[in-house]
Each structure stands twice: as C-alpha cells, then as structure tokens.
C-alpha cells in the first residue's frame, strides 16, 4: 500500500509540475500515462467500469473551475489563468491501490478561489487527524463538513470516500457529512482514501451528458483533495504524502 500510494503522489507530482494557461487536459492525461510507466505502475481508473456506465476512458480525472470530480480530459479543454483544477490519480503496484487528489491554481488565482482551495485542503487534514483506532466512521467525516462550513462553503453529499486495497472502492464508505461517533469502527490495519469536496455555492450538483463529470448545479467553483490514509496503532500514516503536499 506504500508503494501504491507514493506512485499515485510520483503521478500528481508529475501533473503539478506540467500544469500552465495554454496546455489541454489532455496533455496532463499524456503525462500521466506516461508517469505510470516509468513507475511500472498500473492506472487504477482506465477503462473502469460501473454500472450504467460507459468505462472511463483515460487514467485521471480532471475537473476544471465548476467541474466537481470525474472530469474526463479533453484535446479541447485549455487551461486558462485563474482556473483551477482538481486532479485526481489513482494506480495500483502489485495488486494494491493508491489513491490521490489535488486541486492546482493556473497561474494567479482570484482571493475566493485561493480560499476554497485552503478550507478544503484544512477540511481533508481535520478529517485524517480523527482516522485512529477506537473513532468511528462518522469521527472523520463529521471533520470534512465541520471544516468547510464553518468557513461559508458546502460539501457535496451525492459521492464520497471509501475504504480502499486490493480494489480501488471497497467498504467502508466515508461519507462528506457525518455525525461524531456514529458508523463503523476504525480498527489498525484497515485503509481509507478519504476525500474532501468542497463547494463555493450550494451543495446541489448535476452529471454532465458523458456519464462521468459531475458539476456543481449553481455553477460556482467546486475543490477536490484526497488522500490514502492507512490507520496504525498509533494514529493515521498519510500514504500519498509527497513534495507536492509539502509545498503548497
């Protein structure tokens, strides 16, 4: 799961640094294939399939400005200043799953924008502090709510976080709202990637015509930050940790 995990980061590591006003979505999706097999990796999303569906058709997602999750890249899709866009990477080394998310300024960024990005990124770390033995399920996604509107913004409630190993999505879910200890108990060795989903507007979203990208209802920016958080005895370990992290 280590492995996974900082191949999934090595991924987002390699977008941040490509990511400037003028290229395409699609040029971050090159990268990324590229990326994953230098790392002898697997994309963990590329032809991913559920049901009523069509397979994902690349190995990021890409969801730029009001574009929430699963934004699929595109030759068309310019980055522009002041965009932002949240990315999200996700490969498997040896049967196991890595899973990460980080949403990228394009240039200079508005004030509100700038802080959407902060409350999320706050709101993600709040939530892992809680991913230790003897909390439950609801500890951590209490945090992910708690965070992002106390500062004035909504969190998406259609979608969420998820346990994750030797499937990218396996149980337990780990809701954007929850209540302080209510749900499944969290025990060492269990793994969650646990996702933070932030909306400037309302909470309300809307699926695009392709299947996958899912948009906010309102138009109004929407932020994605994820990580892969394994639970120890001691506490929660962040295995998608990297320089990006650190950095921004």
Request: charged share 20%; hydrophobic share 40%.
């Amino acid at each position: 799961m280590k492995r996974s995990g900082q191949a999934a980061a090595k991924v987002l590591q390699a977008i941040a640094e490509t990511i400037q006003p003028g290229i395409t979505t699609y040029e971050l999706e090159l990268v990324s294939r590229k990326t994953i097999s230098e790392l002898n990796a697997k994309s963990s999303f590329l032809n991913y399939v559920i049901p009523d569906h069509p397979p994902y058709p690349a190995t990021i997602c890409v969801s730029v400005n009001d574009n929430v999750i699963h934004g699929i890249p595109n030759k068309m899709e310019i980055l522009k200043e002041g965009d932002i866009i949240g990315v999200d990477a996700a490969v498997s080394v040896d049967g196991y799953h890595g899973d990460n998310a980080f949403t990228f300024p394009v240039g200079k960024i508005s004030t509100e924008a700038q802080k959407l990005l902060d409350v999320t990124q706050d709101s993600l770390y709040a939530a892992i502090a809680e991913a230790k033995p003897g909390n439950r399920v609801g500890d951590v996604s209490f945090q992910l709510q708690n965070v992002a509107e106390k500062a004035g913004f909504s969190v998406i409630e259609n979608f969420s976080g998820h346990g994750i190993g030797r499937h990218l999505h396996e149980e337990p879910q780990v809701l954007t709202t929850g209540t302080q200890g209510r749900g499944a108990r969290l025990r060492p060795g269990m793994v969650l990637a646990i996702e933070a989903m932030v909306n400037a507007g309302a909470s309300s979203v809307e699926i695009e015509n392709d299947g996958w990208g899912v948009v906010t209802s309102d138009g109004s920016l929407s932020a994605f930050f994820e990580h892969t958080v394994a639970i120890l005895s001691d506490g929660p370990e962040i295995l998608t940790g990297g320089t990006i992290w650190e950095n921004q």
